[in-house]
């Protein structure tokens, strides 16, 4: 929890990789649905997955190791896919010290299964990835609004 002046602020982060494709679907369904006092902030694992989001409509975002590391520490919740967890997850784009700063970090986490992580997630296999997203989604707006009642 931050605070701003009198008011608290809490971090939702979305990272993602690549072409930033599920982190761009994550914030176009929570942009709108944001309760009051949530910023939604988003991490790229490169220039492009950044900039996408931010054109989906994250308030702020940064690109990079460094980036990922500070902002995971400084999350209250965090979504992506689930290779955000792993070194080398998303085609290698995710390092060591990226997987372990948000596995580590102690934001709720909620992840999105896909099989191009390398990660197979057991239940998982015939869940569409519409579905997952909007799973995501409905439950990322509920651990919100238990933070905002605490």
Do not use: F
Not at 42 to 53: D, F
Not at 64 to 92: M, S
Not at 100 to 125: D, N, R, T
């Amino acid at each position: 929890m931050r605070m701003t002046g009198e008011r608290t602020t809490r971090r939702l982060l979305v990272m993602d990789g690549q072409g930033g494709g599920i982190g761009v679907r994550l914030i176009r369904q929570l942009a709108g649905q944001m309760p009051e006092g949530w910023q939604l902030l988003c991490i790229g694992t490169n220039a492009m997955a950044t900039a996408n989001m931010l054109r989906a409509g994250a308030a702020q975002g940064a690109t990079g190791e460094n980036a990922a590391c500070y902002q995971a520490g400084r999350a209250d919740l965090i979504l992506g896919p689930v290779g955000i967890l792993a070194a080398n997850g998303i085609q290698g784009e995710v390092s060591p010290r990226m997987a372990e700063a948000v596995s580590g970090a102690e934001a709720v986490k909620i992840l999105i299964p896909s099989a191009h992580c390398g990660i197979l997630v057991a239940g998982s296999e015939d869940c569409r990835l519409e579905d997952a997203l909007n799973r995501a989604v409905s439950l990322a707006l509920r651990e919100m609004g238990q933070a905002a009642s605490l």
